[in-house]
Each structure stands twice: as structure tokens, then as C-alpha cells.
């Protein structure tokens, strides 16, 4: 199975500070037959579901505020939140669908 | 827009089975567009991916669990259904229902709004 790995564990921003988070994967989840990395990102507030953000890397869902944009390929990923806002406390995970579906291990994000 | 509500205990015995359903609205299963998972989380960890299932009942499993699981499809009534059998204290968690799109290995843009289950006597 494809290890997907996410640093740091957690990390604590000040209010309108960017934050960044990476995602490593153990293969490379760019195929170069449609040009596509099968990266998702989802954002996971307390008692809630998770939220998906951002698709192949770095496609944004609708609704999502454009602070959150994703980049990377092939292996190394990143998500960033350009200006921390609140209501983005949440712990985020990256996935892999470029095979049996694996999650990251989650980052905590706090406001400093 | 699509909704997903998930039924079933939340208490289940040791060795015995779990059972949810997710009933799905805004969306037909029957339509072909989406595959429809379950995906779990054990208390204060990360997500797990289960397996889902097709229209057609085509289904995919996680190996590592894919000896205990039954995941299945009522068209006719828009709901799928996971069965886990002889559970442990290990498969307490929460449990979500999510659609997938476009390919079994997707990502998920819709989920329920989660069921915890706790595995005790």
C-alpha cells in the first residue's frame, strides 16, 4: 500500500499568518497519461465530518475560500492556508487515490 | 445537493456484527456517476478507508479488513449498507458513509454525518 506521510503533527499560527502543511507519498501519484496528481486534501473540524478542499493537488472545491490552495507533484504535496483565520482551527488530512484510497496521518492546526 | 444519513446502534458486543445503512438524497446510486464508501475513524486518530461500492454491487475492499466486511447496495431504496463481523475493541469508532467520485479509488466530496460506534459487553 502507498504510505502517505504528514508533517508537522501540528502546527499553531498567529491570525492572518500563512500556514503550511506537507504530505509526502511513497510512490508518486502523477499520472502521466491525463497529466493528474490523485491528491486530495479534506479539512476536519470537532464532531464533524471531514471536509474536502482541494482535488488533484491543488483544484480547489466550490465554496472553498481561496486562502486554501494546494501544490506539489508526484511525491511531495503541500497545502497552505495564506492568511489564518479562526474558523480554519481543524486538523487537515491529505489522500491518496491514486490507489486503494489512504489517508495522511492529520495535522492539528491551532491559532497562536 | 446530496445528503447522506447514516442509521444503526451505536453499541455493539464483542464478536458479534456491525451493521449501518446510508440513505442517500440529492443524488441517485442508481445513476452510475458515484461509487459509495465507508471510511472510519478510531478515537483521536486518523481517517481509515473501508472499502465502498457501485451501483451494479461491485464492490472493493482495505485488505486488512476485507476477510470481516460486507459492504451492499439497495438501489431501489437509494441506501448501501456495511456489515463488520466479529468485531473487537479495535473497531470502535466512527464511522462515516461517503460518496466517492468518479472511480472506486476517488476522493470523497459528500459524507454522512458520522456514527460512533462502541464495541463493549
Known amino acids: 500500500d502507498i504510505v502517505m506521510t504528514q508533517s508537522p503533527d501540528s502546527l499553531a499560527v498567529s491570525p492572518g499568518e500563512r500556514a503550511t502543511i506537507n504530505c509526502w507519498s511513497s510512490?508518486?501519484?502523477?499520472?502521466?497519461?491525463?497529466?493528474?496528481?490523485?491528491l486530495a486534501w479534506y479539512q476536519q473540524k470537532p464532531g464533524q465530518p471531514p471536509r474536502l478542499l482541494i482535488s488533484?493537488?491543488?483544484t480547489r472545491e466550490s465554496g472553498v475560500p481561496d486562502r486554501f490552495s494546494g501544490s506539489g507533484s508526484g511525491t511531495d504535496f503541500t497545502l497552505t492556508i495564506s492568511s489564518l483565520q479562526a474558523e480554519d482551527v481543524a486538523v487537515y488530512y491529505c489522500?491518496?487515490?491514486?490507489?486503494?484510497?489512504?489517508f495522511g496521518g492529520g495535522t492539528k492546526v491551532e491559532i497562536k | 445537493q446530496v445528503q447522506l444519513q447514516q442509521s444503526g446502534p451505536g453499541l455493539v458486543k464483542p464478536s458479534e456484527t456491525l451493521s449501518l445503512t446510508c440513505t442517500v438524497s440529492g443524488d441517485s446510486i442508481r445513476s452510475g456517476t458515484s461509487y459509495w464508501a465507508w471510511i472510519r475513524q478510531p478515537p483521536g486518530q486518523g481517517l481509515e478507508w473501508i472499502g465502498n461500492i457501485y451501483h451494479t454491487g461491485t464492490t472493493y475492499y482495505n485488505q486488512s479488513l476485507n476477510s470481516r466486511v460486507t459492504i451492499s447496495v439497495d438501489p431501489s431504496n437509494n441506501q448501501f449498507s456495511l456489515r463488520l463481523r466479529s468485531v473487537t475493541a479495535a473497531d470502535t469508532a466512527v464511522y462515516y458513509c461517503a460518496r466517492t467520485l468518479d472511480f472506486w479509488t476517488g476522493f470523497s466530496d459528500s459524507w454522512g454525518q458520522g456514527t460512533r460506534v462502541t464495541v463493549s459487553s
Open positions: 510512490k508518486s501519484l502523477f499520472y502521466s497519461s491525463n497529466n493528474k496528481n490523485y
Open positions: 488533484w493537488a491543488s
Open positions: 489522500q491518496q487515490y491514486f490507489d486503494t484510497p489512504v
